[in-house]
């Protein structure tokens, strides 16, 4: 069962166009806490962007700095290499289904 998941901050890694074996998608990294976070919390998400319209609008206005809403799903993965456990490294994603940049209220337009 797939994760829905609704996230704001600002954008901290710009944006970039990749080719995949499916065809193209944007992505880009989102930070959920721009300014001080919790002790322990990650600054640090992958948004992948595969809808036309989405991978567009994430190249022109995903600027480093930007504010942005994002809705989607939750995407886990294990990181490769020596770990503690299963647990322990995680690679946390989400794949757009919505993303709004300039409002970080509203995830859907």
């Known amino acids: 069962m797939p994760i829905m998941v609704e996230a704001t901050g600002r954008v901290s890694g ?10 193209m998608l944007a992505g880009f990294v989102l930070d959920p806490h721009p300014g001080p976070a919790p002790v322990g919390a990650a600054h640090g998400c992958e948004v992948r962007c595969r809808d ?3 991978v567009g609008e994430v190249l022109r206005h995903g600027e480093v700095g930007a504010s942005v809403a994002v809705a989607g799903e939750l995407m886990l993965s294990a990181v490769s290499g020596p770990v503690e456990d299963e647990l322990c490294v995680v690679r946390v994603g989400i794949e757009a289904e919505h993303v709004c940049f300039g409002s970080v209220t509203e995830p859907r337009p």
């Open 52 to 54: 036309e319209r989405l």
């Open 14 to 23: 710009a944006p970039s166009r990749v080719s995949t074996d499916h065809g």
